[in-house]
């Protein structure tokens, strides 16, 4: 099992260019989850999904959108970016969502710049 | 508002000494605590979590201790190890009533030195 992967791993984004980031899963992880990591601080959570076509906001949607059209993967979409942007992304997948206190499986990151 | 106060930011300890990370919280509806390892350009890992419902969980040389009164649980390493050197987070929860609460620690970074 490869677990959680994440392409590209680095990218640098002019302001106003749009991209998106993938992750895929191959543990059948009903739960999938995106954060950011800014330098010295703690993971915030973006966005969130319970299973295929499911969404839903976490703490600092704005500024990103997703989708789930398959139970493996889970792009984030970034428009417009902004150098508030900059920043390591993780994706995260649980066998059982976070009221069920299953344990999320991370991805190795993406560093992205925004100049 | 800061829902979770991590402390202390960065802690260096001898090798075979004990790291002691705190983490404390506002949320009293929180119902599980885990606390999470990083190592530099990796994603995070669970290291070990605890549920209300008991005071203490020990996993080999972590230990997790929690104090629902005080709104406090923290991480013992014993016989702390070069190779436990890494940045640590508690990321306590909550979920109920089709919400919930995911916060994030700001972090403390261990270094184990020889």
């Known amino acids: 099992n490869a677990g959680v992967t994440q392409t590209p791993k680095f990218r640098i984004l002019k302001i106003g260019q749009s991209m998106t980031l993938q992750c895929t899963q191959d543990m059948n992880h009903n739960y999938m989850y995106w954060y950011r990591q800014d330098p010295g601080m703690g993971l915030k959570l973006i966005y969130y999904s319970v299973g295929a076509g499911i969404t839903d906001k976490g703490e600092v949607p704005n500024g990103y959108n997703v989708s789930r059209s398959t139970t493996e993967d889970f792009p984030l979409r970034l428009e417009l970016a902004a150098p508030s942007q900059t920043s390591v992304y993780f994706c995260a997948s649980s066998a059982s969502g976070l009221a069920g206190g299953g344990e999320q499986f991370f991805g190795p990151g993406t560093r992205l710049t925004v100049l | ?114």
Not at chain 2, 17 to 22: Q, Y
Not at chain 2, 56 to 63: D, I, L, V
Not at chain 2, 72 to 95: E, K, R, V
């Open chain 2, 1 to 114: 508002q800061q829902q979770v106060k991590q402390s202390p930011q960065s802690l260096i300890v001898q090798k075979g000494g004990i790291s002691i990370i705190n983490c404390a919280y506002e949320n009293t509806a929180f119902d599980y605590f885990p606390w999470y390892q990083q190592f530099p350009g990796k994603g995070p890992a669970l290291l070990i979590a605890i549920r209300p419902d008991v005071s203490e969980k020990k996993e080999g040389r972590f230990t997790i201790s929690f104090n629902k009164s005080a709104k406090q649980f923290s991480l013992h390493i014993m016989d702390s190890q070069p190779g436990d050197s890494a940045t640590y987070f508690c990321a306590p929860f909550y979920s109920g009533a089709g919400s919930y609460q995911l916060t994030f620690g700001k972090g403390t970074k261990l270094s184990v030195i020889p």
